[in-house]
């Protein structure tokens, strides 16, 4: 690769987002990161900058698409306009028996896990276009193939996430645009700390382990539906 990967992160300041930030750091690249805790961001920025790359914060919720627009713009203008890898990494990993399913959190897990992405790799597309070698990670999740219980939420939204990803194989190929949903296996972030329990005796992937797959499909050049780990 001649110049440093130009990658957009959300969620970019824990777990699996803050490990593929610093992945990509560490060889160098300019890292634009999007998530809601301005603090977060902030030290996130200054641990990109000392593993070696070029950090940028951009504050935005998932859930507002005018924060999400601005985060891409902001990202873009940082890149100088043209994105190589966009990371949809954000999203809510929660367990919930049916029953206690209701329309707030039906919403809720659409909104972060689904429409969410959707927003911002529309925003994101044109400086895609832009890449000479541009590829979307949509981070799903390796229950959405083989649910367990309480987790309906997760597997409905991760599955559809990885059908828009196959959807998007066929659309963006002529761009020459790469697609790949992510399929981890239960990894231990701060997001599972809340189901600590539930994992007990239960072995966890590593944020890192998640992080090298990424690092090594892109630039490896690897053009795959689905980059299971775990
Ligand atoms: N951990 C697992 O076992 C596991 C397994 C399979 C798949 N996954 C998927 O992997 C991805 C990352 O999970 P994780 O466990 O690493 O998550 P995590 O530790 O909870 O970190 C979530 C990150 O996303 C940001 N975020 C959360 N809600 C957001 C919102 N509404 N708008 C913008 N940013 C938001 C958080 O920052 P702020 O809170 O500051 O916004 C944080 O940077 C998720 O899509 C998850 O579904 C996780």
Known sequence: MTQPPRVFITGGTK???RAI???????????????????????TVAEIEAAGGKGEACQANLRDHGSLEAAVFRAV???????????NNAGLVEFAPFDEVD????????????TGPYHVLAEALPALRES???HVFNVGAALADAPEKDSVLLATTKAGLAGMGRALRADLADDGIRVTTVTPGFTDTPGLE??????????LLTPEQV???????YQGGTDIAELSVG
């Open 77 to 87: 203008d940082f890149f100088g306009g043209a994105m190589d890898v966009l990371v």
């Open 132 to 134: 000479e070698r541009a």
């Open 211 to 217: 992080a090298d797959a990424i690092w090594d499909a």
């Open 103 to 114: 329309m707030n959190s039906w919403e809720r897990f659409l909104g972060v896990n689904l």
């Open 15 to 17: 777990g699996i987002g």
């Open 21 to 43: 930030a610093m992945r990509f750091a560490r060889e160098g690249a300019l890292v634009a990161i999007a998530a809601r805790t301005s603090d977060d961001l902030d030290r």
């Open 194 to 203: 809340p189901w600590r329990a539930r994992f007990e005796g239960r072995s």
